[in-house]
């Protein structure tokens, strides 16, 4: 049975068709602005899923968020970046617009369920992900079932205080890791400190420049804190910035070695450096909803 995948960024709107076997039957990837331009955000969802999908025959849809989301991943609670879709009934309208079952969840759980297929880590155990965008998103899977916590808000490893910082995060708190230590940060040094460089030779120009290395160390510590709080068996880490041309890799590990615990969980750490396919996301939506609705 097909699955529809979707993915909605802040700026880019993904959705594909998935069959039974992973393979990507199709896939769209549009600016989200030309998706919502009404004020009616799960009418314009309903449309562009009836536009894309046409006669195709379909069991499911998943779609993930760049979002905080209630307990039950119904809805998004909190979204900097699409702040249209906070607090909307997407899984109620649209099961009942399209007649399938709607899954929604944050879009690192789906990039955490593709991972977890695509290196074949067993279920048992405590699997951690880590992804380093424009913020820095995390997902944490306990015995084959993603973390969700109390209130729907687990595994936010991107919104730990750093200890001295002034800078406003997208959540509206101020001194987040996430705020220091991502994408944003990055360009906004850029832009303050080397406008001369293009974002793209940042590391390979100024990786070892204090400010460049104070993310690197900064982007460890999320890594660090995660794995001396829960003692994971597999670390997956990746995203955008680990692309960037000359990532320190050499540097980001030396952090590792010194703010992990010793002589464990260090001297057995597994991590796995995930690739950032750009079918990702739907794949693993797809992963995501075939194993909640055991379909
Ligand atoms: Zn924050």
Known sequence: MNVVGIDIGGTNFRIGLVDDSQNVLKLEKVPVKTVFNSDDPLLDLSNKIIEFTKEEKYGAIAIGFPATMNVDRTRVVQAPNIAFMENLPVCEVLEKKLNVPVVAERDVTFALSYDMH??????????????????????????????????????????????????????????????????????????????????????????????????????????????????????????????????????????????????????ELKIIYADDEIDKSVVGASIYARNKLKI
């Not at 490893?157 to 997208?170: K, L």
């Open 118 to 267: 695509k290196y074949e880590l067993p279920n048992e155990g405590i699997i951690c992900g880590i992804y380093y965008g424009t913020g820095i998103g995390n997902a944490i899977c306990i015995n084959g079932v993603p973390l969700t916590g109390q209130h729907g808000c687990a595994g936010e490893i991107g919104h730990i205080p750093v200890f001295g910082s002034t800078e406003v995060c997208g959540c509206g708190n101020v001194g987040c890791l996430e705020a220091e230590a991502g994408g944003k940060a990055l360009a906004k040094i850029q832009k303050e400190d080397y406008p001369e460089t293009s974002i793209g030779d940042m590391f390979t120009k100024h990786a070892n420049d204090k400010k460049v290395k104070n993310i690197v160390e900064l982007m460890v510590n999320a890594v660090a804190t995660e794995v001396n709080i829960l003692d994971p068996a597999y670390v997956l880490l990746g995203g955008g910035v680990f692309k960037m041309k000359d990532f320190p890799i050499e540097m980001f590990n030396e952090f590792i070695r010194q703010k992990v615990r010793k002589p464990l969980p260090l001297n």
